[in-house]
């Protein structure tokens, strides 16, 4: 139901270029008990003050010298904030009805005025453009609380990310500041390579779950200080396979690509990677993007095997290979990528780093 004090307080705008008209239609209203009744002989004027303010009812003559009622009508389809125009027409030729309403018109007011049809119409027009009105103010607090719901919902995804990275943690205390770099070398190669916005804001958060499949590996194989013997790489390798399967089964587009990283983030390009040996675009993009980061900051980190190496050392063995790390093993679009944008990923470890650092 339409509260009455609303709708006595509608703002309602007559235009008319007959001074008379506008007194009697005034009047009537007033009587009813209407309270913001406004008026305007100048047809030209009407837009500019619909736009200003919107009224909820335009009593609108169809037939005034220099812009008729059509006219107007045809400038306020192009203004009217909700697309309802609340528009009741006044004339005196029926004729003219059907093709006002066509025009947009709500309904029609015959001259000369009857009191109790204009009250009536009034009343009816008024009534269905306040329930417009408030349907559209229910759709957007609907609209509002389906962005908070959204939001929560990417709340508790990134909640459940963080919690198996810090998981992570506890099995490798290097893995902390290793997994904010990924983070970031991540989004700035795939904003390289032109990604969306949705992919660039998933990898983000997908890419440090990488080595999740690490928190099954035996400490004594993942802490070794040396190099591993045959079966205990064999297990090493076995990570990808196991974060692939921690990560699998959950519905977040997270954790999907999570899981996707995790699985193929050590295949190579030319087919030589591993678990599966996958070659080319058969390895998902996102893992392409993620080999070539997990590379560049394995070289610039301190190894069993390895110091750590300078960027200019680093980006040379990755553009040029060092017989371990080769060129081909990347995807040249993202070798390309990683060429053009490397003094970002320079930038991204300097300001994120925790591992002894070769100037």
């Given amino acids: ?9 509608a703002r309602i705008l007559i235009v008319d270029d007959i ?23 100048d047809p030209f004027a009407v837009c500019s003050l619909h736009r200003k303010q919107p009224f909820d009812l335009i009593l ?6 220099g812009m008729n009622g059509f006219e107007v009508m045809a400038g306020l389809q192009e203004i009217e904030p909700t697309g309802y125009l609340p528009v009741l ?6 004729d003219q009805k059907l093709r006002a309403l066509k025009a947009g018109a709500k309904d029609f007011v015959s001259k000369p005025f009857e009191m109790a049809e204009v009250l009536a119409r009034v009343r009816n027009v008024l009534e269905v453009r306040l329930l417009y009105q408030r349907l559209g103010a229910h759709n957007v607090e609907l609209q509002a609380r389906v962005v908070e719901r959204t939001s929560e919902l990417h709340d508790s995804y990134l909640e459940a990310i963080f919690t198996m990275m810090r998981a992570a943690e506890h099995k490798d205390e290097d893995t902390g500041a290793h997994v904010q770099r990924i ?3 991540s989004r700035a190669l795939a904003e390289k390579l032109g990604m969306d916005d949705v992919f660039i804001d998933q ?24 190099s591993f013997t045959g079966p205990e790489w064999a297990v090493m390798q076995g990570h990808a396979s196991k974060g692939a399967v921690i990560l699998g089964k959950g519905k977040s587009p997270y954790l999907q690509m999570g899981a996707e990283i995790a699985l193929n ?11 599966s040996g996958k070659v080319g675009t058969g390895i998902p993009l996102s893992a392409r993007i993620m080999n070539i980061c997990d590379i560049y900051d394995a070289l610039r980190s301190k190894r069993p095997y390895k110091p750590p190496y300078d960027h200019d050392k680093s980006v040379d063995i990755i553009t040029h290979g060092d017989g371990r790390t080769e060129p081909q093993h990347f995807d040249p679009s993202v070798l390309a990528a990683f060429g053009e944008i490397q003094g970002s990923f320079r930038s991204i470890f300097e300001a994120h780093a925790n591992d002894p650092v070769a100037s």
């Fill in 1 to 9: 139901m339409i509260d009455q004090v609303q709708l006595r307080a």
């Fill in 19 to 41: 001074e008379v008209n506008i007194r009697l239609l005034s009047q009537m209203l007033a009587n009813e008990g209407y309270t913001a009744v406004s008026s305007t002989m």
């Fill in 60 to 65: 609108l003559d169809l037939h005034m010298p």
């Fill in 89 to 94: 027409v006044v004339t005196a030729q029926p």
């Fill in 183 to 185: 983070s970031y070398y």
């Fill in 203 to 226: 990898i983000f958060f997908a890419s440090p779950m990488h080595d999740i499949g690490k928190i099954g590996i035996p400490d004594s194989i993942l802490l070794k200080p040396g």
């Fill in 265 to 275: 983030h050590h295949e190579r390009f030319d087919g030589g990677g591993y678990p």
